[in-house]
C-alpha cells in the first residue's frame, strides 16, 4: 500500500511471520508502502531481472534456505541501490563487523525498540534517495526553472504554477527568504506565452533610494547629474516579457506611487522625458515582508498591493518539506560537484536532515558548497559541514554560559544579577542572529518575540545583525 512518503519502499526479508508483521505494522503507520519476504528464493529473480526499486531493505541474517549475509552480497553484487539493514538476534561485534563489511548501511538488534527502527529507516531512506540521484547524472538535473522537490507542499506549488503561468495576471509570491523566489517567478515566465521574450529580475532592496526611479523607468540623458547617457529602465527592458520585482516590501513609498501609476497605465516615462512609452510587462513580485502589516504601518500601498497580488503563490520554508532536503542536497552535488562529485557520508546526511535551515534553499546549496571544499577522497563526511548544522532542527539554542568571574568578584547581588543577565542577553542575542544569518525575522522568531522588542535589543547591546550574516555569493 502506498504512504505519504509516495516512492520510499521497503522490504522486510523475515521468516519469523510474527515479527514481519510487527515491522510492517509500525512501517506501514509512518507512511512507507512495506513489501514482505520470508525467503530468498523470489528476490533473486526479481534481482536477476532488475526490477527491484526498494529504498530500504529490512533483512534477517538467519534465513532458513540462504544467510542474510549471503543475500546481502548478492544485493549488492546486482546493483541494488537500496540501504540494507540487517537484523539479527545476535549482539556480537563480530556479526556486526560481518554484516558492515559486506555492505550493510546498518545493523539493529532483536527485539528491535520502535524508535530506533523509525530513525534508522528513515536515514536509510535518505541515503539511498540521494544515491539514487546522484546516479542519475547531470543529463536529469533540473533546469534554473524547475522546482526540486517531491514534497506535497512542492507537489501543490507545482501545480499552481502550472495553472496560473498562462493568464497574463500579476502574481505576488510571498515566502521566507531563500526559498526560491526567483526560480518560480522564471519558471511562470517560461510556462507562459511570453516565454522567448526577456525575462528581467530585479532585486528593489538592493538599490540606492536615490537611484531606484531609474533603475525602474529610466533617465534621459541629462535629466540629473551624472546622467551621461540615456538609459531606458527595466520596465522598457521587459517589454513584451516578465518583470520580476524581488523584495517589493522595501520599496520607497515615492516610488510605490509611480510604480502603481505604470500598472494601471500600461506606460512609462523616463525620468526628464517629455511623453510616456506604452510597454506590455507582466509583473511577477515578491517579497519576505507581511505587507498586511507594512499597510497599516503605512509603509505599503494598499492600492499597489491589491495591483500586485491577483494571484498569490505562497513558497514553504525547507522545514516545512523535509523529504525533499536529499534530493536538493544531491541536486547541488551535481552542479557544483563536478563530472564525480562525492558521496555524503550517513552521518553528514542525516546532520543536513535534521538542520532547520532558516536561510532556506540558499542556506543549504551555501553549505553543498562549504562541505564541497573539505570534502576529502570522495566522501563528504559530517566534518566537512558548516559547524553551525551542530545546531538540530528543534530551533533550540545552546543557553551561553554564565561567567564564573562575577561570582569570584563578590560583587552586590543587585549588581551581580544585572551583569550576568546583560551579559546573558547579549549572547543569546548573538546566538540567535548566527543561527538565523543575520536575519531579525528570523531571529525574532527563534527567540519568541517580536522584530520590534527584538531591535530595542540589539541597539541597547549595540549589535548589528549584518555582522552576522553569512556571505552569500
Not at 526479508?13 to 530468498?40: K, N, S, T, W
Not at 495591483?307 to 523535509?322: N, Y
Request: with cysteine; charged share 25%; hydrophobic share 45%.
Amino acid at each position: 500500500m502506498s504512504g505519504a512518503r509516495g516512492q520510499r519502499r521497503v522490504l522486510v526479508v523475515e521468516d519469523d511471520v510474527e515479527m514481519a508483521r510487527m515491522l510492517e505494522r509500525q512501517l506501514d503507520h509512518e507512511g512507507y508502502d512495506v513489501e514482505i519476504a520470508h525467503e530468498a528464493t523470489g528476490l533473486l529473480d526479481r534481482l536477476g531481472l532488475g526490477i527491484s526499486d526498494w529504498e530500504v531493505v529490512l533483512l534477517d541474517v538467519g534465513l532458513p534456505t540462504m544467510s542474510g549475509v549471503e543475500l546481502l552480497k548478492i544485493f549488492r553484487q546486482r546493483g541494488s541501490l537500496a540501504a540494507i539493514v540487517m537484523l539479527t538476534g545476535d549482539d556480537s561485534a563480530a556479526t556486526a563487523t560481518t554484516c558492515m563489511r559486506a555492505g550493510a548501511f546498518h545493523y539493529l538488534i532483536k527485539p528491535i525498540e520502535p524508535r530506533e527502527l523509525s530513525i534508522v529507516v528513515e536515514s536509510a531512506a535518505r541515503h539511498s534517495t540521494v544515491r539514487r540521484r546522484m546516479l542519475e547524472g547531470p543529463a536529469t538535473t533540473p533546469t534554473a526553472t524547475s522546482l526540486v522537490g517531491a514534497s506535497a507542499a512542492m507537489r501543490k506549488l507545482a501545480a499552481a504554477i502550472e495553472q496560473v503561468a498562462v493568464h497574463d495576471v500579476s502574481v505576488l509570491l510571498r515566502g521566507e527568504s531563500g526559498t526560491g523566489k526567483e526560480v518560480v517567478a522564471r519558471a511562470l515566465h517560461e510556462r507562459s506565452p511570453r516565454r522567448g521574450q526577456p525575462f528581467v529580475a530585479v532585486n528593489c532592496s538592493a538599490i540606492p533610494e536615490t537611484l531606484i526611479d531609474s533603475e525602474l523607468f529610466g533617465h534621459t540623458r541629462g535629466a540629473f547629474t551624472g546622467a551621461t547617457a540615456d538609459r531606458p529602465g527595466v520596465f522598457v527592458e521587459a517589454d513584451r516579457g516578465t518583470l520580476f520585482l524581488d523584495e517589493i516590501g522595501d520599496m520607497p513609498m515615492h516610488v510605490q506611487a509611480r510604480l502603481l501609476r505604470v500598472l494601471q497605465e500600461s506606460e512609462v516615462r523616463s525620468i526628464g522625458a517629455s511623453g510616456s512609452r506604452k510597454i506590455d510587462v507582466r509583473v511577477i513580485a515578491a517579497t519576505n515582508v507581511d505587507l498586511e502589516a507594512a499597510i497599516a504601518q503605512q509603509r505599503f500601498r494598499q492600492d499597489l498591493f491589491y495591483r500586485l497580488h491577483v494571484v498569490t503563490l505562497e513558497l514553504p520554508p525547507l522545514r516545512e518539506r523535509r523529504d525533499d532536503i536529499p534530493l536538493l542536497a544531491a541536486h547541488f552535488l551535481h552542479k557544483h560537484g563536478g563530472g564525480s562529485p562525492p558521496q555524503f557520508t550517513p552521518e553528514a546526511l542525516d546532520a543536513i536532515a535534521a538542520f532547520d535551515w532558516p536561510g532556506n534553499v540558499r542556506e543549504l546549496e551555501n553549505a553543498v558548497l562549504h562541505a564541497l571544499a573539505f570534502q576529502r577522497e570522495g566522501t563528504i563526511a559530517i566534518d566537512a559541514l558548516p559547524a553551525y548544522l551542530n545546531v538540530r532542527a528543534s530551533g533550540t539554542v545552546p543557553l551561553p554560559r554564565v561567567p564564573e568571574v562575577i561570582v569570584d568578584e563578590l560583587l552586590p547581588l543587585t549588581e551581580a544579577k544585572r551583569r550576568v543577565n546583560a551579559t546573558f542577553e547579549r549572547a543569546y542575542l548573538i546566538k540567535v542572529l548566527e543561527i538565523g544569518n543575520g536575519s531579525i525575522s528570523e531571529a525574532a522568531r527563534i527567540a519568541g518575540i517580536d522584530r520590534t522588542n527584538l531591535r530595542r535589543l540589539l541597539k541597547r547591546h549595540e549589535i548589528e545583525p549584518d555582522d552576522y550574516r553569512r556571505r552569500r555569493d
